[in-house]
């Protein structure tokens, strides 16, 4: 199906992007483009206005500070991170985008863009919640960081709002995480997916399970599966898996990323 009429807007700097986005209410942005344009093409979004920030290089660009602490400009795509000396920081990061969809995906989709569609089937937020990223977002009023805990409110909901940006993604240093996920086909999106990073206790993020990433804690891989049953999950069923079935894999993929933490 083709897009219906869309004004383009394709701004200079940051500051002209959120002004575009504050002008209207029916303004989105436009990052990699490999869900929304779908969605558009689906007239499951309709915006009146597309701000393209592929122009932007303040948004992109991976920097690894002294102290182990990575900085992820949001428009930096999957393939730039896989790519990136300074993503091996935290192995983990590159890993997961690696296997993300397809090369063609990886290419053009973007850090940013999977975080802010807050799909529940996506990789990324229950990664950034499991590492304890922090993520800024920006408005004409100014910015503010919040945890990676707090971002995700809903399905496709942020706390990103109407005229804001996340302009920056920040990762704390640390080396000791897994991830595990069961997909549909090998570039499929995930049934269910679980993160876990090592930082004394094992902080385990469940995705799939819920509209935002479900955090547990546990002492040891073997105690995972307890703290995943405390959680009282009540997953959604669909034509690719029943509730029960997903709750079942939470268990079974939290422990496989706790060992692989433990590793």
């Known amino acids: 199906m083709l897009l219906r009429e869309v004004e383009y807007v394709k701004p200079s700097s940051l500051a002209d992007a959120l002004a575009a986005l504050a002008a209207n209410d029916g303004a989105r942005a436009l990052a990699g483009g490999q869900t ?141 995480d897994g991830f595990a996920a069961v997909t549909l086909g090998v570039d499929g999106t995930c049934i269910a997916n679980a993160a876990a990073s090592l930082d004394g206790s094992l902080r385990i993020a469940l995705g799939c399970v819920d509209a935002v990433p479900v955090l547990v804690e546990a002492g040891s891989p073997d105690d995972v599966r307890a703290a995943v049953r405390a959680a009282k999950l009540d997953p959604p069923s669909d034509v690719h898996a029943s509730g029960a079935y997903r709750a079942h894999l939470a268990e079974v993929l939290a422990e496989r990323a706790a060992r692989q933490a433990m590793r």
């Open 36 to 176: 929304l344009i779908n969605v558009m093409k689906a007239r499951a979004a309709s915006p009146d206005v597309l701000v393209d920030l592929n122009g932007l290089d303040e948004l992109k660009g991976i920097e690894l500070a002294a102290d182990g602490t990575l900085s992820i400009g949001p428009m930096t795509t999957y393939a730039e991170l896989v790519g990136s000396a300074e993503a091996r920081a935290r192995p983990i990061l590159g890993e997961v985008c690696a296997q993300i969809a397809d090369v063609q995906v990886r290419n053009r989709g973007t850090i940013g863009g999977n975080l802010c569609s807050n799909d529940p089937t996506n990789h990324l937020p229950p990664l950034m919640a499991a590492v304890g990223a922090e993520l800024t977002i920006a408005g004409e009023d100014g910015e503010r960081t919040v945890p990676a805990s707090a971002f995700f409110l809903g399905v496709y909901m942020t706390a990103v709002q109407q005229g804001e940006l996340l302009t920056r993604i920040t990762v704390p240093a640390g080396k000791r």
